[in-house]
């Protein structure tokens, strides 16, 4: 059993007077594996280092399993932590590195041989026991980090960006891995990331945080689709959603008013629409901009005259960079790598406006399409 | 007919830096062997020719100087007063520094200064000050008198190059400690001190060296014969009226041979201790 429950958890460093941590509430569940995304400084390692027992919470609670542990001492907490160091003791080798917690834990000496050779030959380890972690290579100091928690058994385990370290082909095959494990191991996982990449492949869920706030929390793929917010927004997705500011008009049938565009707003629902009062900020992923329509006689599909700026190919695909006629904002398309447009060319381009967003320009929060 | 060349350009590019090794090695060099030589030979052999290498190796003179003058009483003096002084500036040296370099306290800062304010007092003067309260305490004159004075004076450099090591150790090791179980004071143990071993060579070492020659606190803090520490011992062999260079040297050897051994078996580790985070 591992379920871990913040209620209104917040953190202020001694001397700053801005909170770095503000009202954050989740629950992870039992087995759960939770991806807390952010960019730097938006207080996900404060949240962790918290839940750790290494930072005094400022206010709120932290519980497991329904018992508050906000007075427990980090190492009567029962959580084990990858640190983004690996923090591997340097003067031990391996095998008394994976040792080092259960020896504190009294666990007798058989028992520390056992689970010890156990981890090591899950992760691979085994050749490696006598050596110190300056004899290591990167890939395998992860894998002593990940074994150290594994081999407590703990109820929750803590990761604080443990793949930052690695070059990019170790951190994918890495990164199978820890999912694999986790998936085996079923102990609840609070991993801490500022690479979306790991966020959308690795979590069950995933809470976004900016400024020491929660953003948004859900499953990968649905907070992708359905940001709360303008943050959420720019925030996942490479290249960013665009977005454009629009003009609301509620007076008959809502229509959306981009430069010279004028888009149909039937997506969503009109008291929405009028509560916004008239400014929106209109977004689209570049991969619902497209160079002809995906699904011709769909009249949700609009075509939109553009300038091109520029043309990026990326070898797979190729990225267009885009002026909305009569508006000063620039957009990205994702286009085929057999697009044949070049700067300065005038096009026409289609806009999938069943996919598209809108946000109130007030609030930054989203307004929620109307479901079908 | 290239490479040779090369070479000889190579020679002349260095050869300042060679005759500056060079001098500075008979600089430092030369006087040590000079009493070397001068230690086994006999105080008329070295009037007569000062310079000379020994003719007849005269051993038997370090048995002379050991029993003639009390040698063993100093030699024994001086190894419990710097062994139990060393040990102490060890531990609460590296004690203080996991501190200072770990922990954030109120008043951690003025600690800090406060310690480290000692490193630009100058001996000559505490002296008075320090005669006074040892003889307050009935120190004055004892061989534990001397140790806590030797304590004193060199915590603030020992805790100094200590701290500055110390807080170079990742911050997420102790963390890691934190979360694998470990009390305060385990942490210390398991993790400070076994990856700090370099700089405590260090201090150990320098520590040794410098006690183990200390003159002016000896000289005043300690009176009777059976008290003195090997530099006062030393003087013995300069009488006011004649001066025996011959046993001087042997003296000196002895005195010499406990520093030579330890910086020959800590050298290594001790530089690696002093340049450490300097090409990190």
Redesign the interface.
């Known amino acids: 059993m591992g379920e871990v429950a913040l209620n209104r958890l917040s953190k202020r460093y001694p001397g700053s007077s801005d909170f770095a941590v503000k009202e954050v509430s989740l629950t992870v569940a039992d087995g759960e594996f939770m991806v807390l995304l952010g960019p730097s400084g938006c207080g996900k390692s404060s949240v962790l ?1 918290m839940i ?3 930072e005094p919470i400022t206010g709120g609670t932290i519980a497991i399993d329904g018992k508050v542990i906000n007075g427990v001492a ?3 907490r029962d ?3 990858v ?5 591997l ?3 031990m080798d391996v095998f008394d590195n994976l040792a ?2 259960l020896r ?2 009294d666990v007798p000496r058989p028992e520390i041989e056992r689970r010890v050779r156990n981890v090591a030959a899950k992760l691979g380890l085994t050749p490696f026991l006598k050596r110190k972690p300056h004899a290591l290579s990167g890939g395998q100091r992860q894998r002593v980090a990940l074994g ?1 928690a594994i081999v ?1 058994d703990p109820k929750v385990f803590l990761f604080d960006e443990p793949l930052s370290n690695l070059d990019a082909g170790l951190r994918v095959t890495t990164r199978n891995e820890l999912i694999r494990q986790q998936h085996e191991i079923g102990t609840t996982t609070i991993y801490v990331t500022h690479d979306q990449v790991e966020a959308m492949t690795m979590g069950d869920r995933i809470c976004i945080m900016d400024k020491g706030e929660v953003m948004q929390i859900g499953p990968p793929l649905s907070v992708y689709r359905d940001p709360a917010n303008t943050f959420v927004a720019r925030f996942l997705g490479s290249p960013p959603m665009n977005l454009v500011p629009a003009v609301v008009e509620t007076n008959a049938a809502p229509r959306l008013r981009i430069g010279g565009i004028v888009l149909p707003a039937a997506n969503w629902p009109a008291d929405r629409l009028h509560a916004c009062g008239g400014k929106g900020l209109f977004g689209i992923r570049p991969e619902d901009i497209y160079e002809a329509s995906p699904r011709p006689g769909d009249d949700r599909v609009r075509p939109v005259p553009a300038t091109v700026i520029a043309v990026e190919p990326l070898g797979a695909e190729t990225l267009l960079l885009l002026s909305i006629e009569g508006t000063a904002e620039e957009v990205t398309a994702r286009s085929g790598r057999e697009t044949r447009l070049r700067p300065g060319e005038r096009t026409t381009v289609m806009l999938d406006t069943a996919a598209a967003h809108l946000f109130d320009a007030a609030t930054t929060r989203a307004i929620e399409r109307t479901t079908p | 007919m290239e490479a040779p060349s090369h070479l000889w350009f190579g020679y002349v590019r260095r050869s300042p830096l060679i005759l500056f090794v060079l001098v500075y090695t008979i600089i430092s060099g030369g006087p040590f062997l000079w009493v070397v030589s001068m230690s086994l030979r006999t105080t008329p052999e070295i009037f007569a020719s000062p310079y000379t290498l020994p003719t007849r190796l005269h051993w038997e003179k370090f048995a002379e100087a050991w029993t003639r003058s009390n040698y063993s009483t100093y030699f024994w003096n001086s190894t419990i007063v710097v062994v139990t002084a060393v040990v102490l500036l060890t531990v609460i040296g590296a004690m203080v520094a996991h501190c200072l370099a770990r922990y954030r306290f109120r008043g951690s800062r003025l600690v800090r200064f406060v310690i480290l304010t000692g490193l630009i007092l100058p001996p000559q003067l505490l002296i008075l000050s320090l005669f006074q309260i040892l003889l307050e305490f009935d120190l004055y004159n004892t061989l534990t008198g001397l140790i806590l004075v030797y304590v004193s004076g060199h915590l603030a450099v020992t805790v100094y190059i200590l701290e500055g090591f110390f807080a170079q150790i ?1 911050q ?2 102790f ?9 305060d004071f ?1 942490i210390f143990r398991k ?1 400070t001190l ?2 700090g ?1 370099p700089a405590l060579f260090t201090t150990v070492t320098l520590n040794f060296i410098i006690l183990w020659n200390e003159f002016l606190y000896a000289v005043v803090l300690l009176t009777e014969d059976d008290k003195r520490t090997l530099p006062l011992g030393i003087m013995h062999f300069m009488g006011s009226h004649q001066l025996d260079v011959g046993m001087l040297a042997t003296g000196l050897m002895i005195a010499i041979a406990p520093i030579i051994f330890l910086y020959a078996l800590f050298s290594e580790t001790m530089i690696k201790g002093m340049t450490a985070g300097a090409v990190r």
């Open positions: 280092r750790a027992g290494l980090a190492r009567d959580i084990a932590m640190f983004q160091s690996y923090a003791y340097p003067h080092f917690g504190r834990r150290r407590r | 990742p997420d090791l963390d890691a400690a934190r979360m694998d179980g470990y009390s385990e993790i076994p990856i071993t």
